[in-house]
């Protein structure tokens, strides 16, 4: 392997365990953000937009 490889290589390595961190971080960080569901939200059965 040259040092052109090794480079690319590295950098591919690098950033795919960049993105893996990232990605558990934000799956950690997400039920945060989770608004808790409302009363007052349509019930599942029915489409918001049904009409009757």
């Not at 934000?26 to 608004?35: A, D, G, I, M, T």
């Amino acid at each position: 392997m040259t040092i052109l490889d090794l480079g690319v290589l590295a950098f591919v390595a690098g950033t795919l365990i960049f993105t893996g961190i990232w990605y558990v971080k934000e799956q950690v960080e997400l039920p945060k953000h989770r608004p808790d569901q409302e009363p007052d939200q349509q019930p599942k059965g029915e489409p918001a937009c049904a009409v009757k």
